[in-house]
Every structure is written in structure tokens, then in C-alpha cells.
């Protein structure tokens, strides 16, 4: 497992952070600045990044 994979408990697998499909977060997270990466075979959320891209002024 690289340093760039993300693990499913769920389904006990490796995913390459490319591999993991974009949600939207649940809750107030405002989903312009965060996703969720989940599971492409479960869909289980792996983890919850920040994506918003800094203004240029």
C-alpha cells in the first residue's frame, strides 16, 4: 500500500486515491470546499479532503 492508497475496513482492500469515488459530505460542510473519497466497491467514505481552490487576487 502506498502512501497515496486509502483503506476499506468494509471490504478489507487497498484503494488508490484515484480509484475512490466523489460524494458529497453530509452535515454543514459546504460541499464547493470538501468531498467525500469513498469505496468504488462498497461505497463506504474513506476519508473527507478539502478541495476548494485558493482565490487569486
Do not use: N, Y
Not at 461505497?43 to 485558493?54: D, I, M, Q, Y
Amino acid at each position: 500500500m502506498s502512501d497515496d492508497d486509502l483503506h476499506c475496513e468494509t471490504c478489507e482492500r487497498s484503494v488508490p486515491r484515484e480509484a475512490a469515488t466523489r460524494s458529497e459530505t453530509i452535515a454543514d460542510l459546504d460541499p464547493t470546499k470538501w468531498q467525500a473519497l469513498c469505496c468504488p466497491d462498497c461505497g463506504r467514505k474513506l476519508k473527507t479532503v478539502f478541495v476548494a481552490r485558493e482565490r487569486l487576487e
